[in-house]
């Protein structure tokens, strides 16, 4: 991967950042996602937000490689705190970092969200505790994928503010959208999660100590739901 050749997931990512957009990209890394989108005419402005001193200099490097001094600010900074007011930022991404992370990122930098900004958000993890931060923040989920790449599945879910939404319990743990698809990688993850958790229940049953009764209930109610949703 470079900023030539995104890997596939942050294609699918860059597929959804809308033409034209000021791009916040936090956790940049190297940079590539907003140099790609640059490089392509897709982007008008970009900001590459790092908290750590060798990615951040490694998307410095890139920027500079390829002439983009001008139309990409790298900064580093905390979250959300790479963003100004002046930046005009139109549309946020969050990839490749668990989705605990991305909820401290979100709710620490609330105060830089203005309300009208797409969330482009592809969690390792912690989904379903990014949709209901996202629910009860006022953001709607327009759109959900899920791919595997490399033997890891990847979601990727894209919000934006506007209307208070309610999602069940079965919404936030599969997706909305995708539950609504059952796209093939949907039913593929889900199939071989189902097989995991079965496992897992079995392993408890046959466990000396004795597993929390909550534990053992949770993990029953989640193969009952997949289970539901497969059938
Ligand atoms: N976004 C790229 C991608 O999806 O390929 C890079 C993902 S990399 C695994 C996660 C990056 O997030 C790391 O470079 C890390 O330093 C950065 N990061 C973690 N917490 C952060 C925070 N609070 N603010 C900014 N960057 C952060």
Redesign the pocket.
Known sequence: ?NEQTL?R??ER?AAHVPQGARLA??????G??PVALMLRGSIEAAVA????QT?YASALRNVRKNGLEDRIAIRL???L??IEPQDRISAI?????GGE?MC??LERGKHRLDGEQRLIL?P?GGEPELRLWLMRNGYRICSEELLRENRFDYEIIVAEPGGAVTYTAEQLYFGPVLLQEKCEAFVFKWRRMLRQKQQTLANFERARDAVPEEKTADFNRQVAWITQVLA
């Open positions: 991967m890997s997931r942050l990512v990209d936090i956790g940049s890394d190297h590539y996602l937000g790092e908290v750590a990615p900074a905390d979250g705190e790479a991404s969050l990839c490749g970092m992370t401290e990122i592809q390792n």
